[in-house]
């Protein structure tokens, strides 16, 4: 066994592995950063895995994609790489190039996957062939001093220290300096070097992407057009301003988001155009100064996400600054037979909106300004869409580019196609704010609050159950319209024990907001929130 062919061990080559790969993917970043924003490694894989995901797992939750996921999905690729990174150079120890060969697999696949996503520009592909070959380079090479430096077949004068004997390669051993280990040290020093190369270079060219990124600095000089025509003013009365109820207008800050995009989209609104197509008599093309020339209005509206479970907070409510998308529609003039409007991102995604609904009277618009501000990154800049009454996914698309008007026959868009409903109509629903569940309150007066909504129907009253008696009618405030939700309160003379609150609202065409719990899958979640207090 001492004389059989050498065992490099384990440990050692996947160190190299870990060392090479994270050499590649940090050059790949830096890469990404100079030459290819939109086609970080990382990203573009990340990406490919959120759309190919759904279709996979039937799980409501896949569908949400907050922050915290995104988080999620890319500690999670990086750990997979590690791991595979690990088995790579173990492999190349051991029966190279297959070592290498994985590390160049992998970065072809990045570049393919770069390439066939909707933000691939020409040079899509360099970053992840960057981080592939100088991977595989880089792991060639540290593995070579693994294997250098020799077995764990320790010669008399080592048994001290097993695993670092001489070379039997003089040929290609390095000139012995002051230490008996020479290849050991070398192997150790240029791990080390790879993989702080390749951190350093991850980090530059994330500093690259964010710090210099030119489009914030666009938005932020940006001054919006002023709105014409009177503003749907906020009444005062619209908001009790009782501490821990979402305030009637959501700050941009605390606003929810909700998209597939692992980066978000970076669009120079000089290089922002919105093309409207398809079954229409007059194909119609938008540029940013032609739309900021348009008499462009105030609406406020509350958006909804369909994944937002009973009780959730995967909604809000901003004051839009934007263009009547039926005046844009008027202008292409949908042929009769179309009954569908398939918006479309620039990174790909896609929400099918009934054409009747972005042609009637409610304020469907085509938006620029959010609550005063241009639109957030995050939420669209520098044009989305938002739509009274429907559920995001059927609506509100970000980072709009195209507005293809079609037939719901033929064509379908990003949700519906894994497993959503076709219509996605905002269902009566009501939240308990205040108190928090599990909160526990003096006896006495107690204020109960909360919001409602359903928009573009609107909301006519607000009942509160406590533990099994009576509904009774809580108070609500100044609703700003129908497209928006309303705050609503209950003075309750809380007695102590433990108690079970539930809200229930009625909408302006008399519908009863339903105790049947329904899942968020496929159109929207109902059931009435509940909460448990404490009263002491
Ligand atoms: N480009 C793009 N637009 C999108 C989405 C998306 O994934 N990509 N998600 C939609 C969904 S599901 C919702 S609920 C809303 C959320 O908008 P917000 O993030 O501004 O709150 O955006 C919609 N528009
Ligand atoms: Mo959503």
Redesign the pocket.
């Known amino acids: 066994m001492t004389d059989a062919p050498r065992s490099p061990g384990v440990v050692a080559p996947a160190a190299a592995g870990v060392a090479a790969v994270a050499l590649g993917a940090g050059l790949g970043e830096l890469v990404s950063g100079i030459f290819a924003p939109a086609a970080s490694p990382f990203a573009v894989i990340g990406g490919a895995l959120i759309d190919a995901a759904p279709s996979w797992a039937k799980d409501a939750a896949i569908?949400l994609?907050g922050t915290a996921d995104k988080v999620a999905l890319l500690v999670g690729i990086g750990i997979v790489l590690l791991i595979v990174a690990g088995v790579a150079g173990w492999l190349e120890a051991r029966k190279a190039p297959w070592g290498r060969v994985i590390v160049l697999a992998l970065g072809a696949v990045g570049a393919v996957v770069a390439m066939t996503r909707a933000e691939a520009s020409t040079l899509s592909w360099l970053p992840s062939v960057v981080a592939g070959v100088t991977g595989a380079a880089a792991l060639m090479w540290l593995v070579r001093l693994v294997l250098r430096r020799g077995p764990a077949r320790a010669t008399p004068q080592e048994s001290a220290a097993p695993g670092v004997a001489e070379s039997d390669t003089p040929d290609a051993a390095p000139p012995v300096l002051s230490s008996a280990r020479p290849d050991r040290r070398s192997f150790l020093i240029w791990s080390g070097v790879a993989t702080g190369v390749g951190v350093a270079a991850a980090f530059a060219g994330s500093a690259l992407r964010a710090g210099s990124r030119s489009v914030t600095v666009i938005r932020d000089v940006l001054t919006l057009p002023r709105a014409t025509g009177t503003a749907p003013a906020v009444p005062a009365s619209a908001d009790f301003g009782i501490d821990g109820l979402a305030p009637v207008i959501t700050p941009n800050a605390d606003?929810?988001?909700?998209?597939?995009?692992l980066i978000a989209?970076q669009i120079d609104p000089a290089d922002w155009s919105l093309r409207i197509h398809g079954d229409v008599e007059q194909e119609v093309t938008l540029t940013w100064d032609e739309l900021v020339a348009l008499p462009l209005g105030e609406s406020v509206t509350t958006?909804?996400?369909?994944?937002?479970p009973v009780g959730g907070d995967?909604i809000?409510t901003a004051v839009w600054l934007g263009y009547p998308i039926r005046e844009l529609l008027a202008r292409a003039k949908p042929t009769a037979d179309a009954d569908m409007v398939l918006s479309r991102?620039?990174?790909?995604?896609t929400?099918s909106t009934p054409l009747d609904v972005l042609t009637d009277e409610r304020d469907a618009v085509l938006a620029i300004g959010m609550n005063g501000q241009p639109l957030?990154i995050?939420?669209?800049f520098p044009v989305?869409?938002v739509v009274p009454g429907l559920?995001?996914?059927v609506?509100?698309?970000?980072?709009?580019t195209e507005l293809e008007v079609t037939r719901f026959d033929k064509a379908t868009a990003?949700?519906t196609d894994r497993g959503w409903s076709e219509e996605g109509p905002v269902k009566l629903q009501s939240r308990i704010d205040v108190p928090r569940g599990r909160q526990s309150v003096p006896a006495g007066e107690t204020v109960i609050a909360g919001v409602a909504w359903q928009q573009h129907v609107g909301v006519s009253g607000v009942e509160v159950q406590i533990d099994e008696g009576a509904w009774q009618q809580a108070e609500l405030a100044t609703p700003i319209s129908d497209d928006t939700w309303v705050q609503w309160r209950f003075v309750w003379d809380a007695v102590p024990g433990d108690h079970t609150v539930r809200s229930r609202a009625t909408s302006r065409t008399g519908e009863v907001q339903t105790d049947v719990q329904r899942a968020v899958v496929p159109s929207g979640a109902t059931g009435h929130h509940e909460i448990t207090i404490s009263v002491s």
């Open positions: 569908a994609f606003f929810y988001r909700i998209d597939t995009a989209p958006l909804a996400c369909v994944s937002n995967l809000g991102s620039i990174d790909g995604f929400a957030p995050e939420h669209g989305r869409m559920y995001g996914y609506s509100a698309t970000k980072w709009v990003y949700w």
